[in-house]
């Protein structure tokens, strides 16, 4: 169960992160009253997670999923360059996780 949790908890720390560029600063209502209860969702996740998985491998691959699909939704949302470079990167951000999947 701590691995869907903190899979769960990725996918909210990639709803608060582009909810960000929707609040426009913290200015529209809506947007920020999504984002902050993404922020909040996503860290008590975090928190169920690491009762049972080692605070490394949770923390890094939560990050990982987070930032993986933050910069993937970036290029989709907002033209973001999608650079082979930066599609390399994002693998390898992705390798990481796998073997921390493996390796825990």
Do not use: C, H, N, Q
């Amino acid at each position: 169960m701590a691995w869907v949790y903190l899979v769960i908890a990725g996918f909210f720390e990639m709803g608060w992160a582009i909810g960000l560029k929707y609040t426009e600063g913290f200015t529209r209502l809506v947007p920020t009253t999504l984002t902050v209860a993404a922020m909040i969702i996503s860290v008590i996740l975090l928190g169920l997670a690491l009762r049972d998985l080692p605070v490394g491998t949770g923390y890094a691959v939560w990050t990982g999923i987070g930032t993986v699909g933050t910069a993937l939704l970036g290029m989709y949302l907002f033209g973001d360059p999608a650079t082979a470079a930066r599609l390399a990167s994002i693998g390898l951000i992705v390798a990481g996780i796998i073997g921390l999947k493996v390796l825990s």
